[in-house]
């Protein structure tokens, strides 16, 4: 008889290991299932913040642009006057165009 429990005892061992080891895989899978949402959260957050800074940088560039092309203008109509200035006859100087 001891070879026939023998022969019984390794299905039995292997269906018993092979029920722990789903049983751990599932355990596992569970618990990163419910690790997701705070990390989708922590991510989320992230995302959020980086986005936020983006638009203030943004909005700086923008506002720069904003007073570099008043300068612009400023200047050109500095340019203008200036060349009408110099001009004989009063014709508008026309300088060439920017590159």
Do not use: C
Not at 3 to 14: G, I, K, N, T
Not at 36 to 52: F, G, H, K, N, S
Not at 75 to 81: I, R, S, T, Y
């Amino acid at each position: 008889m001891a070879v026939s429990e023998s022969a019984e005892f390794w299905p039995q061992a292997l269906a018993g290991g092979l029920g722990a080891a789903l049983g751990v895989v599932g355990t596992v899978l569970v618990a990163l299932v419910n690790r997701q949402p705070p990390m989708a959260a922590l991510v989320d957050a992230r995302i959020r913040t980086l986005i936020e800074s983006y638009e203030r940088h943004i909005g700086d560039l923008r506002g720069q642009i904003a007073r570099l092309e008043t300068r612009v203008d400023v200047l050109k109509k500095e340019l203008d006057a200036a060349a009408k200035r110099k001009a004989p006859g009063g014709s508008a100087f026309v300088p060439p165009p920017a590159a």
